[in-house]
């Protein structure tokens, strides 16, 4: 059996290319297992503590 993680990276739209590159190239093994990568529009983002929203909760 493969040990299977989760790991959510939530990125500005600039970088996420990159960000998608570099956990592709640093996951891949060739293996079973090496994983998929979903993107996702994220609508909203809330800092509770400071009730900033948007790109100033990021």
Same mark, same amino acid.
């Given at each position: 059996?493969?040990?299977?993680?989760? %790991?959510?990276?939530?990125?500005?739209? /600039?970088?996420?290319? &990159? &960000?998608? &590159?570099?956990?592709?190239?640093? &996951?891949?093994? $060739?293996?079973? $297992?090496?994983?998929?990568?979903?993107?996702?529009?994220?609508?909203?983002? %809330?800092?509770?503590?400071? $009730?900033?929203? /948007?790109?100033?909760?990021?």
């Amino acid at each position: 059996m493969v040990t299977k993680i989760m %790991l959510k990276v939530v990125v500005m739209q /600039d970088p996420a290319d &990159a &960000a998608i &590159a570099v956990s592709a190239q640093d &996951a891949h093994t $060739g293996c079973i $297992g090496d994983g998929k990568t979903f993107m996702l529009d994220l609508a909203d983002a %809330l800092r509770i503590r400071t $009730g900033d929203r /948007d790109d100033v909760a990021m």
